[in-house]
């Protein structure tokens, strides 16, 4: 969906190093997500965000943390980056009257050497 | 433990057939019911979302029911073509403060010319 925009789409990176994955929308929703697919165990969520100052952890969000800049951008960052951190990374969001159907963006393909 | 099972084996049919995709749960009561569609290298596209006390669902040439009772969903695609190939994915949600949904991993579909 264009509407929802991820950058980069692919990274490769080596363990140990901080990376950040930008995600940005302008469908004016308030609420934001971010997940990780992995073959074999589907989207899984890292953190979710209702607006600006409303930040959660999702099930798996231990290793990453989030920053949520403005309404339309959502950040995720990987502190120190390891192998079992290669994934696809998913943002999503969902507007707070509709919040049960999510607007995904196109991903970002990470490495983790 | 909660748990959603998608074949995870690929499904293939002759174009023009219908295309029967399963979803089955345990350990849930959902409020809502969701189908997705993932493209390689794409973010999944909504469908459609069929609630707890509803019992099918239409749109165009998609169909969902949904079985409270069996904890089951089957997703439609009557006179299916080639473009309809592509993997599907069942997300269950849950009622709250923050409506969670959980995917499965999802069932690869190839519509054969």
């Known amino acids: 969906d264009a509407d929802v925009t991820q950058t980069p789409r692919n990274r490769i990176t080596k363990t140990g190093k901080r990376i950040m994955l930008e995600c940005s929308q302008t469908?004016?929703?308030?609420?934001m997500y971010w997940y990780r697919q992995d073959p074999g165990l589907g989207l899984r969520l890292i953190y979710y965000s209702f607006d600006v100052k409303d930040i959660n952890k999702g099930e798996i969000s231990d290793g990453y943390s989030v920053s949520r800049q403005a309404q339309a951008k959502f950040s995720l960052s990987l502190e120190s980056a390891i192998p079992n951190q290669t994934a696809l990374y998913f943002c999503?969001?969902?507007?707070?009257?509709?919040?049960?159907?999510?607007?995904f963006g196109p991903g970002t393909r990470l490495t983790v050497l | 433990s909660q748990k959603i099972e998608q074949n995870s084996e690929a499904l293939n049919i002759q174009e023009g057939k219908t295309a029967t995709l399963t979803c089955n749960y345990t350990?849930?009561?959902?409020?809502?019911l969701q189908w997705y569609r993932q493209d390689p290298g794409r973010g999944p596209v909504f469908l459609l979302l069929i609630r707890e006390n509803e019992k099918e669902k239409r749109k165009e040439r998609l169909k969902v029911t949904f079985d409270t009772t069996l904890k089951q969903s089957l997703f439609h695609i009557t006179a299916s073509q080639p473009a309809d190939s592509a993997t599907y994915l069942c997300a269950l949600g849950v009622s709250g403060g923050y409506q969670k949904v959980t995917f499965g991993i999802g069932t690869k579909l190839q519509v054969i010319p």
């Open positions: 999503a969001t969902s507007d707070q009257n509709r919040p049960d159907t999510q607007y």
């Open positions: 469908k004016g929703h308030d609420r």
């Open positions: 350990n849930y009561s959902p409020a809502y």
